[in-house]
């Protein structure tokens, strides 16, 4: 399984990105499949997944702001980013489940200044 996240950049604070992560494969046959972040000199945080139930779960830190959403057809995930804050700066990761296996993909890089 490869991801291709992608959508990254530079935004002020109160700004809206949109990333995508494109799966080298359908992504009916993942568990899960959501996006991971890491801010400088902190551990890797969960951000946003859909459930193997279909469901999805958000971190605390981001639920009103930001959007989880998947287009079966391009076996592509995207997270919608709104009212971004600096807190937010850091590289975002996707990740795929599949048959006990978490599969990463490169990180992009969201920066939000203030």
């Known amino acids: 399984v490869q991801l291709q996240a992608s959508g990254g950049g530079l935004v002020q604070a109160g700004g809206s990105l949109r990333l995508s992560c494109a799966a080298s494969?359908?992504?009916?046959?993942?568990?899960?499949m959501g996006w991971f972040r890491q801010a400088p000199g902190e551990q890797r945080d969960f951000v946003a997944a859909?459930?193997?139930?279909?469901?999805?779960n958000y971190a605390d830190s981001v639920k009103g702001r930001f959007t989880i959403s998947r287009d079966n057809a391009k076996n592509t995930v995207y997270l919608q980013m709104n009212s971004l804050k600096p807190d937010d700066t850091a590289v975002y990761y996707c990740?795929?489940?599949?048959?006990?296996?978490?599969?990463w993909g490169k990180g992009t890089l969201v920066t939000v200044s203030s």
């Open positions: 990740i795929a489940d599949q048959r006990g296996e978490r599969y």
């Open positions: 859909f459930t193997s139930t279909g469901g999805t």
């Open positions: 494969e359908s992504i009916f046959g993942f568990n899960a």
